[in-house]
């Protein structure tokens, strides 16, 4: 068992990452029941938590079947900081995460997400600012440094653990990396390794396959991974890790039936949600991973990612098991 806090997790958690623009309710439903065990909301600004931004606000919406659940955010002033910390907790969230290591150069030029990296009294500041002001606990998700010459997550990992945080997620990346080349799990490693460091260490960075994880967990020793772009549009990753990681074997691949389901329940939920067109809007981006590799479906793939009202889609949809379903029912 990994326990953040009083928040207890199975041995070996897997963790939904935090991604702007991905990680809303309707995403992290689908990942809950796929086997998502911990996740994260989208990242949400501290200034836009005080103004009292619409879509700040918006990103603080949890549902209780999402349990555990953090709400992370981010910024470069450790008054708004706190102060977002308590505006927070009244949503009831499990654990408030500190976003570190967002490299997105509109986030870093305000002094926030990977743009701490360079300023680790800075971060040690903003946290401990978080951390004093809540009862939830705290934890924080990095990058090893903001360069391949200034590496610094040994020194940031200990600093922080001693502001009192529970657990610390570290993307094998440094922020001039962006998402490109490999992430360096050895860092990761490193910190894991460390007898003075107590708290959980999620790693995280190119898990894209249930043998990735296990090869990862063994090879690196750390507490759970946290998993990102490779749920997108295929949150059935968590359960095939977890099956593999029981059993040896590999879990076969969803079925068309399967991957529609789950398009149809995304699409639905993401209206129910945000309303008809921020909802079809936001929910194109799953379509062509929900139904990679299936021979033939560009027509309907076209269709579904320009089409914008709820009937058509609809009606595309009704396409699709008409045309796959009783051909794959043949095939049994």
Not at 18 to 44: N, Q, W
Not at 49 to 67: P, Q
Not at 133 to 155: C, M
Not at 258 to 270: F, Q
Request: overall charge negative; aromatic content about 8%; some cysteine.
């Amino acid at each position: 068992m990994v326990k953040i806090g009083n928040i207890e997790l199975p041995d070996f958690p897997l963790l939904l990452a935090p991604m702007e623009d991905v990680s809303d309710p309707p995403f992290r439903r689908l990942c809950k029941e796929h086997g998502a065990d911990l996740m994260y909301t989208e990242f949400i600004s501290s200034e836009g938590l005080i103004r009292d931004a619409i879509k700040s606000r918006m990103k603080l919406d949890i549902f209780d079947y999402e349990r555990p659940i953090g709400i992370q955010i981010f910024g470069g002033d450790e008054e708004a900081m706190a102060m977002s910390a308590k505006i927070v907790e009244t949503v009831e969230p499990d654990l408030v995460d500190i976003n570190f290591g967002c490299p997105v150069k509109k986030v870093v030029c305000k002094g926030a997400g990977a743009g701490v990296l360079k300023d680790i009294d800075l971060m040690v500041k903003l946290t401990k600012s978080v951390v004093e002001s809540t009862h939830l606990p705290v934890t924080v998700k990095t990058r090893l440094g903001w360069d391949h010459d200034s590496i610094n997550i040994d020194e940031v990992a200990q600093r922080l653990q001693d502001t009192g945080i529970k657990a610390l997620a570290i993307h094998g990346r440094t922020r001039a990396q962006m998402y490109k080349g490999h992430s360096d799990w050895s860092h990761i490693a490193r910190v894991k390794a460390n007898p003075n460091i107590e708290i959980p260490i999620f790693g995280n960075g190119d898990i894209d396959s249930p043998q990735k994880a296990v090869e990862y967990k063994e090879k690196y020793g750390v507490d759970g991974v946290m998993i990102g772009r490779a749920a997108i549009g295929y949150p059935w990753i968590f359960n095939q890790i977890k099956h593999y990681r029981e059993t040896g074997e590999l879990l076969p691949e969803p079925t068309i039936f399967e991957r529609l389901r789950a398009a149809k329940n995304h699409l639905l939920w993401a209206v129910e949600w945000k309303g008809e067109r921020t909802g079809i809007l936001e929910t194109r981006m799953h379509y062509t991973n929900y139904f990679k590799g299936i021979p033939n479906f560009k027509p309907y793939r076209t269709k579904l990612v320009t089409q914008d009202n709820l009937i058509d889609i609809e009606a595309t949809f009704k396409e699709i098991e008409e045309e796959f379903i009783p051909t794959l029912s043949n095939n049994i």
